[in-house]
């Protein structure tokens, strides 16, 4: 055995000892970490959970929004394992140069799979380090290069990682054509194509170098790719908050651990606030402990889950790409928030584990603490004022305090779209997370926007966000030739009719809203279905209050409203609005309401699909009372909590679509990559004061297309971006001929012509159309 065996043997040895026991250590953190979590229950449907995890794993599924980010990384991900047995196959090579595992050694599949995956992987890793270098903050837009989606990200950990795959790779395929090289002077029969069909051609390379020098060749190359690979075990132990390698340990227990077992996305239903695990009983409410946190007010208070959750976070920055608060100037960037989480829960860690001795005694007295431990357990708030600046939203995040670790126009900014969740690889759940702490800072703090104060006042006096009398809600159905049956008045119970038709607040007090609602009632009435309404006997679902973390408001009301559709016998119900729409089929299941709940578009795209309704009408008519002209060019904003919520995409633009002469248009984010409307998380009724306008953003897109209508399926949509419309002809970014429609106010306009419609409608005959496009 040569000099450089014995110290490379001796080396790499006591580095791997000391990389196991520091990696060891550090798992034993995490699970204590995570122990100081509130319990949650994530183990049910163990079979449903693990067929999520291969696919999501094996598929790269949530992934797949960046293609060539997905296979690049997926190939290099899978290369992590599969290349596991060239690290062992190294630790023989330092005692014997020509040693080769047995019995998979000389196997060719197993060589074909190792020389594609180290081959690939280098590929892999190759591409991302360029992606990451093209999107870097430095040549991107935004101040400081705030729109790369890594703006805020640690770089020397990304840059430590890739270059620990980069140099991996090498090392193997360097060893494997070393290997070849040395078999063509001690095993010929084995240094053929067959065994190294990728390979050989470098082997080729060192064809004249004597066995000696290949022999000490592959001990060196073989000891670098072991210190490598147990330097960046080090490193990683030592840096518990490396998400950005830590992700392809936890990522699987996070993944296997995420809300929903077949796979859905943490959206649609917020999660009950919760009580040392259990949902609160708001009917038992005086008997709650004073003590009992409601919310998140420390970064303890949350589930283990979420501590998990902010563990695994990559730094990837999907989720800043697509928020709206982000790219609209504001300082919420989902991404800082979970890693400003995650940096405070493992630097306050040791202080929560300590024991009662050492905490008894106070910080300033407290050994073996680190000064960062120190100064994140002093910290006293987790959201309040950080005194950050307008052209630094970083500051807007100081894990370490020393007075908050997020700004409060962080929590506030959030419109709870559900972007973030969306986008996120690993199944972070940001929203549960945002909302969780919006409930301490009301219920606990009292501490919120001003403008939320009339909200709540005007939900708890009068069941309605505008505060106008209940008498009021059948203003919309007055100068309808038909009557519009109220439960309880016209009809015993919903028996008599195939669906309730939940007007909601907007579509009964607001007079955009109005219009929809009359055209939905008319379209109802013309396809011959029958269906009530609740009038007075509605009241606020409690959407906006819910998101804004006033969970007791949202409890009155929900279950006020579980209450009265109970009694009524409601089954099937029809809403326009698609808060009201996400909150009854989603969240009422959780108060005993359950129902079979249909968004207008989708009842009103089956009734067109039936022949009950015909569109007819030319794109250039006059518009009528209670609908608007189809329009030739129309293009469809989706709303968040139609779309991508509850998966609601299709409907609507099918509708559309057989509008006839109508040209559609698609915004380039649409679907699940749509862009908020801004009205959303109680946003609608809170003033932007930081950053652009988030509707200003919308509806320029929307004007970008051409499109002369902007359709939209939701009374918040249509405020907010109608608003947008207002500032953009100002602006004389847009002419007053651009409408923003409800996709039902289009398909009356249409339907009227073929029933005869109105004066408007009769005055012009009919001519044949081109075949619609869509």
């Known amino acids: 055995m040569s000099a450089l065996q014995i110290v490379a043997i001796v080396v790499c040895l006591a580095v791997t000892a000391v990389a196991i026991a520091l ?57 992590f394992g599969v290349l596991f047995f060239t690290l062992i196959n190294a630790f023989g090579q330092l005692f014997q140069p020509s040693f080769i595992l047995p019995l998979i050694g000389h196997f060719p599949p197993f060589e074909w799979v190792t020389e594609f995956f180290a081959w690939t992987g280098f590929v892999g890793i190759s591409v991302l380090m360029v992606i990451r270098q093209l999107k870097h ?102 840096t518990p908050t490396m998400g950005v390698a830590w992700h392809r340990f936890l990522a699987f227990f996070n993944i296997w651990f995420k809300r929903h077992a077949d796979g859905r996305t943490s959206l649609a239903e917020l999660q009950p606030m919760k009580v040392d695990g259990k949902p609160l009983d708001f009917e038992n409410i005086d008997e709650l402990d004073e003590d009992a946190a409601l919310g998140v007010g420390k970064v303890e208070d949350f589930t283990w889950k979420g501590l998990l959750d902010f563990t695994t976070c990559t730094e990837c920055g999907r989720c800043q790409s697509q928020c709206p608060a982000w790219n609209t100037d504001k300082p919420l960037s989902p991404k800082l928030l979970v890693m400003s989480l995650r940096d405070n829960a493992h630097a306050k860690a040791p202080w929560l584990l300590a024991s009662e001795e050492v905490r008894a005694a106070g910080l300033d007295q407290a050994e073996g603490l680190s000064d960062r431990t120190k100064a994140a357990a002093a910290v006293e708030q987790l959201v309040g004022a950080t005194g950050y600046q307008a052209g630094d939203p970083l500051g807007a995040y100081t894990p370490y305090g020393p007075d908050a670790v997020i700004d409060d126009d962080v929590l506030w900014s959030c419109t709870t779209c559900g972007a973030c969740v969306e986008q996120c690889p690993v199944d972070i759940e940001h929203v549960d997370a945002i909302v969780d702490m919006r409930r301490y800072k009301n219920l606990i703090e009292s501490a919120f926007p001003a403008e939320l104060g009339t909200l709540f ?61 009359r055209a939905v009632a008319e379209l109802l009435h013309t396809a011959g279905v029958k269906f009530a309404v609740l009038g007075d006997g509605e009241a606020c679902t409690g959407d906006s209050a819910r998101r804004a973390g006033n969970e007791f408001l949202y409890q009155m009301l929900a279950q006020q409203n579980v209450e009265t559709l109970n009694e009524v016998g409601a089954t099937k119900i029809v809403v326009t609005c698609a808060h009201c729409f996400n909150t009854i089929k989603n969240e009422y299941p959780q108060l005993g309401g359950n129902y079979e709940v249909l968004h207008h578009t989708q009842l009103l795209n089956r009734l067109v699909r039936e022949k009950r309704l015909t569109p007819v009408a030319r794109p250039d008519e006059a518009a009528s009372e209670g609908a608007a002209s189809t329009g030739r060019k129309v293009t469809y904003h989706d709303p968040c909590y139609l779309g991508r919520h509850n998966q609601v995409y299709a409907p609507p633009r099918e509708l559309l679509a057989t509008l006839p002469g109508v040209e559609y248009a698609e915004m380039p984010r649409n679907q699940e990559k749509s862009f908020c409307c801004g009205a959303g998380g109680a946003r609608m009724w809170m003033e932007e004061k930081l950053g652009t306008r988030i509707n200003n953003n919308r509806t320029e897109e929307a004007l970008a297309t051409g499109a002369d209508r902007i ?15 207002n500032a953009a002809i100002q602006d004389g970014k847009a002419t007053d001929e651009v409408e923003v429609v409800d996709v039902a106010q289009m398909l009356l306009a249409a339907v009227r012509r073929g029933d005869g419609g109105g004066p408007a409608e009769q005055a012009v005959e009919p001519e044949p159309e081109p075949a619609p496009t869509a």
């Open 137 to 238: 903050p430095r040549s991107a837009p935004g101040v400081h290069g705030r729109r790369s989606r890594f703006f805020g990200s640690t770089f020397w950990q990304a840059y430590y990682v890739e270059l620990t795959i980069f140099g991996v790779t090498i090392c193997i395929l360097l060893l494997r054509g070393l290997e070849y090289a040395l078999g063509q002077h001690e095993d010929p029969g084995h240094a053929t194509l067959v065994h190294f069909p990728m390979t050989a051609w470098l082997g080729n390379l060192f064809s004249g170098a004597s066995v000696a020098t290949l022999g000490n060749t592959i001990v060196l190359v073989a000891a670098i790719k072991i210190l490598i690979s147990f330097a960046w075990m080090i490193t990683i132990a030592l």
């Open 711 to 725: 359709a939209i399926g939701c009374p918040f949509c249509k405020v907010m971006l109608s608003d947008g419309l």
């Open 23 to 79: 990696f060891v250590k550090t798992i034993n953190h995490f699970l204590a970490t995570f122990r100081l979590g509130q319990p949650e229950m994530r183990t049910d449907q163990k079979r449903a959970r693990t067929a999520t995890l291969f696919r999501e794993f094996l598929g790269h599924t949530r992934m797949s929004r960046l293609p060539v980010v997905a296979v690049a990384h997926w190939f290099t991900m899978v290369s």
């Open 457 to 517: 006042k005007n939900l708890e006096k009068n069941a309605n966000p505008w505060g106008l009398a209940p008498r009021l809600r059948m203003d919309w159905a007055k100068g309808l030739d038909f009557e519009v049956p109220q439960v309880g008045a016209d009809v015993e119970d919903l028996s008599e009719v195939d669906y309730l038709f939940w007007v909601g607040c907007a579509g009964a007090y607001e007079d955009r809203a109005k219009k929809t609602t």
